[in-house]
Nanobody
């Protein structure tokens, strides 16, 4: 059983900040959160930022310089600090985790339920 739980969304005014958290857990060999995605109404889900375990952060150009992805390995938690928020950042934000049932199994992706971020005055 795998759980991927996001938190931290909400309503914020343009120019404001929010910090999202994603905690991953499960009774499998390994599971870790590795990226944030978002889906606005009527649009496809898109990559926001990823941070592979042991790798460098990667951001979509529209959030570079405003968003920062980070990881707490002890808590197996991924964060997304979002500053200078814009109305176009409004979306449901999803966390993707990657895990494997055992050392010989190819990793699979697991998704959280999403957290709503609304940027509006």
């Amino acid at each position: 059983q795998v759980q991927v739980v996001e938190s931290g969304g909400g309503l914020v005014q343009p120019g404001g900040s929010l910090r999202l958290s994603c905690a991953a857990s499960g009774t499998i060999f390994s599971i870790y959160p590795m990226g944030w995605y978002r889906q606005a109404p009527g649009k496809q889900r898109e990559l926001v930022a990823t941070m592979p375990r042991g790798g460098s952060p990667n951001y979509v150009p529209s959030v570079k310089g405003r968003f920062t992805i980070s990881r707490d390995n002890a808590k197996n938690t991924l964060y997304l600090q979002m500053n200078s928020l814009k109305p176009e950042d409004t979306a449901v934000y999803y966390c993707k985790a990657r895990g494997a049932a055992n050392p010989l199994t190819h990793p699979s992706d697991y998704w959280g339920q999403g957290t709503q971020v609304t940027v509006s005055s």
